[in-house]
């Protein structure tokens, strides 16, 4: 089952194999920037790359695999 987490759904399955659910859920800083990454989706298709460059360097390793996830699957 999928739930709409922002724009981007995000199977419960894949969040939980990431070990972001209870993260997500329980620290708001963390939930705002899975945020960010799913408002990517908003931005001119030109841009998407770029954005997702910035957001990767100012998030840093903690984000590393929902990072690679949104990349093979979105990107």
């Not at 957001?55 to 690679?68: I, K, P, R, W």
Request: with cysteine.
């Amino acid at each position: 089952m999928c739930y709409c987490r922002g724009v981007i759904f995000i199977c419960d399955k894949v969040f939980i194999a990431l070990g972001y659910q209870n993260k997500y859920e329980n620290e708001p800083e963390f939930s705002h920037n899975i945020h960010k990454i799913a408002a990517l989706v908003f931005l001119k298709p030109h841009d998407v790359v770029k954005g997702f460059e910035d957001l990767s360097v100012d998030l840093g390793d903690e984000y590393q695999a929902v990072l690679d996830y949104f990349e093979e699957t979105y990107i």
